[in-house]
């Protein structure tokens, strides 16, 4: 059996490698396994932390819990590469929070997004896909 090639979880057969694969193919299986695993820190931001102030600006590879009682404003990176991600919590249970797009599109518009927090506590995961479309959601 052919070794697949990706770099996601959704991108593994599940039935390989198969019984009559070699030794040395299921170490090339073992390697793409540790890639992805290695990968998944640029679909997930693997680092989160609690921040109280009003007003921060991400960084690539974090999350961030805003818990500020007033409107939070998070600016996302200026200088984007594809692939990076930038998550967010908002507790503060209000509609005018505020995720600053720094220069780059946030779902192909050039506009800041409102984010209302008033409904329920929800994760946003953005990650930047290129100059067109820009911060994409999860």
């Given at each position: 059996m052919g070794l697949e090639t990706t770099t996601v979880p959704s991108g593994l057969v599940t039935t390989n490698p198969t019984s009559s694969d070699g030794i040395s193919q299921g170490d090339d299986h073992l390697r793409l396994l540790k890639t992805v695993v290695q990968n998944l820190g640029k679909w997930v931001p693997g680092e989160w932390s609690t921040d109280a102030t009003t007003s921060l600006t991400a960084v690539a590879g974090k999350g961030y819990?805003?818990?500020?009682?007033?409107?939070?404003?998070?600016?996302?990176?200026?200088?984007?590469?594809?692939?990076?991600?930038?998550?967010?919590?908002?507790?503060?249970?209000?509609?005018?929070?505020?995720?600053s797009r720094n220069g780059s599109p946030i779902c192909s518009t050039a506009e800041n997004m409102t984010v209302n927090a008033n409904t329920s506590t929800m994760v946003l995961v953005l990650t930047y896909?290129?100059?067109t479309r820009g911060w994409v959601l999860q």
């Open positions: 819990i805003c818990t500020n009682g007033s409107a939070v404003t998070l600016t996302l990176p200026a200088s984007p590469s594809a692939g990076d991600t930038v998550g967010v919590v908002f507790t503060n249970g209000l509609t005018t929070n505020v995720i896909v290129d100059s």
